[in-house]
């Protein structure tokens, strides 16, 4: 069987990406979402295995010493978040292609180790303002972790040039329409 490709999205956090991934997902391409671990709390509806493995720091320290994770991050201060080795290789082998949610740190890391047969890409908001509005309107965020995250998106988006791919997310409709266009092409190579 054809093992499947890998595509890496990366963005701030609250620039919408979720949004986007979960449009593009909807669209018949035998895209399979990769379950990352992290050492954060669930938000809002969040479900353990669906949207990520929520381990404690104790556990998450034991998986990395088992050298269980492709790659890993401390994203926020005491917050990890690692993409365990096993999901993403058996998605893979199994003919799935597998989308990515990480970290500007992770998808560099993930791009490196796949090369050709990963695309990453990055979505970036209109502006810093817009993204605190959206982050704030989405209402899953405490004041002080939405600074924290405003905070990194400065480092985030010093990161976008690397990408092989950058779609601006300011109309949902023109963004969902170039995240399937980017990601067709790919498919199709
Ligand atoms: P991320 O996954 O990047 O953290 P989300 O997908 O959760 O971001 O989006 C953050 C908030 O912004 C959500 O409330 C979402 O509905 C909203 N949003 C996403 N894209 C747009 C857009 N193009 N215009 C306006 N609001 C948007
Ligand atoms: P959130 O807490 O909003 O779900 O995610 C915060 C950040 O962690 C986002 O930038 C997200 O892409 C990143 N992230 C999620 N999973 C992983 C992962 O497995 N590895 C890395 N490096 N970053 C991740």
């Known amino acids: 069987m054809k093992s499947g490709k890998l595509i890496i999205f990366s963005a701030p956090s609250g620039s919408g990406k979720s949004t986007l991934i979960n449009h593009l997902m909807a669209q018949g391409l035998n895209l399979h979402f990769s379950v990352s671990a992290t050492s954060r709390p669930p938000r809002g509806a969040e479900r353990d295995g669906v949207e990520y493995f929520f381990l404690s720091p104790e556990e998450f320290r034991e998986r990395i010493e088992a050298g269980d994770f492709l790659e890993y991050q401390e994203v926020y201060h005491n917050r990890f978040y690692g993409t365990l080795k096993s999901q993403v ?3 893979m082998a199994a003919g799935e292609n597998v989308v990515c949610d990480v970290d500007v740190l992770g998808a560099g890391n993930i791009k490196k180790a796949y090369g050709e047969r990963a695309l990453s890409v990055f979505v970036r908001p209109p502006s810093t303002e817009v993204l605190r509005a959206r982050l704030e ?5 405490a004041p002080e972790v939405i600074d924290e995250r405003i905070a990194r998106a400065e480092f985030e988006l010093s990161f976008a040039p ?6 601006v997310n300011d109309d949902l409709a023109e963004a969902c329409a170039k995240v399937l266009e980017v990601v067709q092409k790919f498919l199709a190579e």
């Open 89 to 91: 290789d058996k998605q």
């Open 162 to 167: 690397t990408f092989d791919a950058v779609i």
């Open 137 to 141: 309107h989405r209402g899953t965020d």
